[in-house]
T-cell receptor
């Protein structure tokens, strides 16, 4: 079946540090890949997506590249801010329909 | 902007009660979803619906049922609540179609079963 594995958190960084959150997946066929973000007390918001191999999704300074050879979709940001503190979820969609398979989430804490 | 509204942010119920969680979306989306979110487990799909009166089981449907009588509303029902159903419940909706359509989420209902 389909699955998503994320690095465990919490990840604690100082402001302006470089961020990487690892995500690898197992899926049949050619999945689409997503990163969602959940700010405290809110639901999830789509952060970025990639639909085929070598695509790069980007938004708000975050980037992730769809790597088929390593089945990975790692999230990166060059300089994090306190306002980036949230839980980040990697997800995939495989096959037809619009069902998503989520990872367990990685909490990011950014300190001054 | 798409708005997905869940009727309660916090809810406390007793074991054995029948519990209704309501979700309404205002963008004429065909697909609607119910998830539960638990620490260390991420989001798990309970049920989803791709049209009025249509429903499909997700990964963890046991102990739950759903109702979709109108396109904009998707209800999650706990037939006889149990303590292991204490969780955060998230509703989402999306368009259908060939293009990749993102899911839009409500703010969640934190349900405690005592």
């Amino acid at each position: 079946g389909n699955s998503v594995t994320q690095m465990e958190g919490p990840v604690t960084l100082s402001e302006e540090a470089f961020l990487t959150i690892n995500c690898t997946y197992t899926a049949t066929g050619y999945p689409s890949l997503f990163w969602y973000v959940q700010y405290p007390g809110e639901g999830l918001q789509l952060l970025l997506k990639a639909t085929k191999a070598d695509d790069k999704g980007s938004n708000k300074g975050f980037e992730a590249t769809y790597r088929k050879e390593t089945t990975s979709f790692h999230l990166e940001k060059g300089s994090v801010q306190v306002s980036d503190s949230a839980v980040y979820f990697c997800a995939l969609r495989a096959g037809g329909g619009n069902k998503l398979t989520f990872g367990t989430g990685t909490q990011l804490k950014v300190e001054l | 902007d798409v708005k997905v509204t869940q009727s309660s942010r916090y809810l406390v119920k007793r074991t054995g009660e029948k519990v209704f969680l309501e979700c309404v979306q205002d963008m004429d989306h065909e697909n609607m979803f119910w998830y539960r979110q638990d620490p260390g487990l991420g989001l798990r799909l309970i049920y989803f619906s791709y049209d009025v009166k249509m429903k499909e089981k997700g990964d963890i449907p046991e102990g739950y049922s759903v109702s979709r009588e109108k396109k904009e509303r998707f209800s999650l029902i706990l037939e006889s609540a149990s303590t292991n159903q204490t969780s955060m419940y998230l509703c989402a909706s999306s368009l259908s179609g060939g293009a990749i359509q993102p899911q839009h989420f409500g703010d969640g209902t934190r349900l405690s079963i005592l």
